[in-house]
Antibody, heavy 118, light 108 residues
Framework: QVQLVQSGAEVKKPGASVKVSCKASGYTFTGFYIHWVRQAPGQGLEWLGRINPNSGDTNFAQKFQGRVTMTRDTSISTAYMELSRLRSDDTAVYYC???????????WGQGTQVTVSS | EIVLTQSPGTLSLSPGERATLSCRASQSVSSRYLNWYQQKPGQAPRLLIYGASNRATGIPDRFSGSGSGTDFTLTINRLEPEDFVVYYCQHYGSSYRTFGQGTKVEIK
């Protein structure tokens, strides 16, 4: 079965960086984009960007341009999202997901809590 | 980038009633690329409806979607206790995704 398993919770200080991993299994990792979505406490869903695991090409939401990096290691079917210059309002649960429709292929990781606090 | 606005923010209903949730896009979108998600507390979102009106695998038929252009609707017939959670619409863009701000369906 398809699974996306994310790394554990992180606590960071303002100005630091965080790197979250997402290990895929149960399907061909290079066949579908990996997207990253976050959810601040009590708030809605916010799309950060996506990576093509095959080519490494990325697309980011304008809000995060210059602050987010997405990479992948195809040898271990793992995608990474790194967010730099962290602020307190980056405190959120970060999800990786496939979010594809053609064909329908919509799977989510369990989420990673990132807390930014001095 | 298309902005999605959901209404109402909160919908207060009783079990067994019908819920009607709205999602309005800032410009016309293809219905093929408008989706609905359900999110229960402490869980990742789950795809409910894709292409505006197609139920995802395993979704009960009390959930239905409709709409076109800029106006889309999620209808939940005969609300069950487990349906009182949060719903998001989503636009599937060519190289991005956007979500509405969500509608919470709560027990009246």
């Amino acid at each position: 079965q398809v699974q996306l398993v994310q790394s554990g919770a992180e606590v960071k200080k303002p100005g630091a960086s965080v790197k979250v991993s997402c290990k895929a299994s149960g399907y061909t990792f290079t066949g579908f984009y990996i997207h990253w979505v976050r959810q601040a406490p009590g708030q809605g869903l916010e799309w950060l960007g996506r990576i093509n695991p095959n080519s490494g090409d990325t697309n980011f939401a304008q809000k995060f341009q210059g602050r987010v990096t997405m990479t992948r290691d195809t040898s271990i079917s793992t995608a990474y999202m790194e967010l730099s210059r962290l602020r307190s309002d980056d405190t959120a649960v970060y999800y990786c997901a496939t979010l594809e429709l053609l064909p329908v292929f919509d799977f989510w990781g369990q989420g990673t809590q990132v807390t930014v606090s001095s | 980038e298309i902005v999605l606005t959901q209404s109402p923010g909160t919908l207060s209903l009783s079990p067994g009633e019908r819920a009607t949730l709205s999602c309005r896009a800032s410009q016309s979108v293809s219905s093929r690329y408008l989706n609905w998600y359900q999110q229960k507390p402490g869980q990742a979102p789950r795809l409910l409806i894709y292409g505006a009106s197609n139920r995802a695998t395993g979704i009960p038929d009390r959930f239905s979607g409709s709409g076109s252009g800029t106006d889309f609707t999620l209808t939940i017939n005969r609300l069950e206790p487990e349906d009182f959670v949060v719903y998001y619409c989503q636009h599937y863009g060519s190289s991005y995704r956007t979500f509405g701000q969500g509608t919470k369906v709560e027990i009246k």
